[in-house]
């Protein structure tokens, strides 16, 4: 008897000093192509997941050369999950090279769907303050804009995929993740709301200059006129002819502010900021996250630049008028609103 109790004890305590890496070595591998993404998986998969971002903070996924390490990364995962529409080209490439077993997760899946949606609807209530809508039908044959995170609506969606490809390859956890997913999604509509409450206060018509078309979608939600010197992607320099054509723009139109990004030189921006005697705003973070700081979640990412943008171009006065005390404006702890 005592015997056999000292023995379960022992094999107890065996079980216990087992358990941490047999816990690490059950949690679902995930890779991702980039830092926005590694958060939102983190976010639905909690402690069942262990996350690689191919891309890390800070760093533009345009334009990467992958590391000989990134196909053993992505042949040991358990999941893939990228962006698509052509956001970052060299994964399709990577995966196509490396032994991957895992189920691919693409965050834009059934985005064509969610934008016809959302035409119909605009098309439905009569906007007054998107003008930029009928300058976007006019594209409807070019590129489409990769950069759907930058909607918290869209966000949502990169969710439901991400909780889909969870599912798949981690079933036995599927309840821990749908309320994970649920309560997420509850986060990203009440970051939305704050958004919207914080922008509303920009005048309608302002435009400004950031370094590249990383913000159509966020402009489609949430109003404003962004202008960038590059394209959809920030692969190919713009020439001399586009930066005087941007800078007659700049001259015609009612831009308020220049805006660095996070992930690309600063370089252009310092140049028209020069050529133009406009200011230099802040930085907004587009393409990735920070490696610390409020920026560092998608969340806080998507908070800081409604900050930036309204810091810079809000009209003044609107705030004053019922806390007169909150000399800061940038409450964190505001989320009694
Ligand atoms: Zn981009």
Known sequence: MRLSRTAALLAGISTL?????????????????????????????????????????????HVYSPRPTDARDLAGADLVVFNGLQYEGWIERLIEASDVNGPLVVTTDGIEARLAAQA????NDHNDHNDHNDHDDGHDHGDIDPHAWQDLGMGELYVANILAGLIKADPDNSA???????????????????????????PPGTSV????????HFARAYGLTFL????????????????????????????????????????MIDQLAEE?????????????????GEASTYLGMMRHNARTLHDALAEPGHEEDDHGDDEHGHDDHGHAH
Do not use: K
């Open 17 to 61: 000093l087992a358990l941490p890496a047999a816990l690490a070595a059950e949690r679902v591998q995930v890779v991702t192509s980039f830092s926005i993404l590694a958060d939102m998986v983190e976010n639905v998969g909690g402690e069942h997941v262990e996350v690689t971002a191919l891309v890390g903070p800070d760093s533009d996924a």
């Open 276 to 292: 133009t005697n406009l200011t230099v705003a802040g930085t907004l973070y587009a393409d990735a996250l920070a490696s610390d």
């Open 228 to 267: 960038s010197p590059q394209g959809l992607s920030t692969e190919a320099e713009p020439s001399a002819a586009n930066m005087a054509r941007l800078i007659d723009v700049i001259r015609e139109e009612n831009v308020q502010a220049l805006f660095h990004e996070n992930m690309t030189s600063p370089a």
């Open 176 to 202: 821990a993740y749908e309320a994970r997913a649920e309560r997420y999604r509850e986060e990203m509509a009440a970051v939305d709301s704050e958004l919207r409450m914080l922008l509303a206060e920009i």
């Open 120 to 123: 119909n609807d605009d098309h």
């Open 209 to 216: 200059i950031t370094g590249h078309d990383s913000f159509g």
